[in-house]
């Protein structure tokens, strides 16, 4: 009898099913170009904050808001987009940070950078920007070299270092988009026919008990 | 046309997962169960249709499919996409869990509008039929993104400001999905008329009875 029913309204839906097919096979062929959720990636480079936006179709948040605040909520700061969808902005205070994104017609995206990040770049080198100038007294014929300070080689190392790993940062931030894979879609139609099932077994369920409730009669 | 969390003002989410909950009550009292595998495919139609870009216009928008359920399923609409959008901020992160009626509200009242306004003409002669599955496409995702401004207006926005970006940023997809309601409309006709609310029964096939006992 269940199967009855059900084969019946199969029947009925044999040929959605063959556009809904064909609807999915759409999905697949699209592949990347996908929307619609907006995100905020931020990471530490120097002194300076860099932000980027989008949608999670690829297309950038263009003049979209980007408010940072502190752990207490407190507002510290607050700037647009550029066309590209990026934004940066000095560090204004160490603590941890809460750069929200809002983009607009609803879409609203959040990043926190925490203080330990804020910390390793920043911090030990206001300290040693004042210390003494390396070992004068070991190589005293080569004066000019000695005069760099331990402090400046830091910073000059840091530069290399930051433009060297820019686009590996671009890439690490790109890799934690995480995109509808094809398993997330299969994963939700395979919950939509479980509650197929759910609603199925308690029809049969009625439809058995009213069955019984016939014989007793 | 997902609302992300964190967005909307607690009373907004409040009444819209109300105003949800009573439209999903009814539309599963109307939805029996003959009509779930059509449903079923219909949710999954709508969990799917998001993720299909239309690269044009101003912003990220995809299509919503919110008219063709509407058409068919009238309040049962609201149960297909609550399911739907669950799924999608679960799995896709579209949206949120706490703006899950909001969300619902926008796309599932302006389908069962549809139905009311355009179910009966799309069973008529081609030449009203045809207009009006188009129509019905385009409108409900017309008032969707009105919902979109009426939903953001309670909390900071301008509702004309943020209604006409909506609505500018969906003309692509109205055509698109009245297109599309229209194909599926003329499909139907074709194939399986009595899916459509408009048809009279006398042209309908009878399913034949149920033999007992197998």
Known sequence: ?217 | MHISEGILSGPVLISGIALAAAGTAIGLKKLDYDRIPRAAILSAAFFVASLIHVPIGPSSVHLILNGIIGLILGWGAFPVILVALTLQAMLFQFGGITTLGVNTMIMALPAVFCYYLFGRLVGKRPHIAMPAAFACGALSVFFGAVMVGLALTFTEENFLKVSYLVVIAHLPVMIIEGIITAFCVAFLRKVQPDMLPGYSKQTSFTPSKETAGD
């Open chain 1, 1 to 217: 009898m269940r199967t009855n029913s059900l084969t019946r309204n199969c029947m009925c839906c044999r040929k959605i099913v063959g556009f809904m097919l064909f609807m999915m096979a759409c999905v697949v062929w699209a592949g990347p170009v996908m929307a619609h959720r907006a995100i905020i990636f931020a990471w530490v480079e120097g002194e300076k904050i860099f932000t980027e936006s989008k949608f999670s179709g690829g297309r950038p948040v263009k003049q979209g808001d980007i408010i940072v605040y502190d752990l207490e909520n407190n507002q510290l700061l607050k700037g647009k987009t550029d066309d590209k969808g990026e934004f940066s902005f000095e560090i204004p205070k160490r603590t941890s940070l809460k750069i929200v994104l809002i983009a607009g017609m609803g879409h609203r995206g959040e990043w926190t950078i925490p203080v330990s990040e804020l910390e390793d770049v920043a911090g030990p080198q206001t300290e040693i920007t004042t210390s003494q100038k390396i070992a004068p007294k070991k190589a005293e014929d080569q004066e000019e070299t000695c005069d760099i300070t331990l402090g400046e080689i830091r910073q000059i190392v840091e530069q290399a270092l930051d433009k060297r790993l820019k686009p590996v940062m671009k890439i690490l931030v790109e890799s934690r988009e995480n995109r509808p894979t094809f398993r997330d879609i299969v994963g939700g139609i395979g919950y939509i026919l479980g509650l197929v099932g759910v609603a199925v077994y308690f029809n049969y369920r009625r439809k058995l008990a009213e069955m019984e409730g016939k014989k007793t009669d």
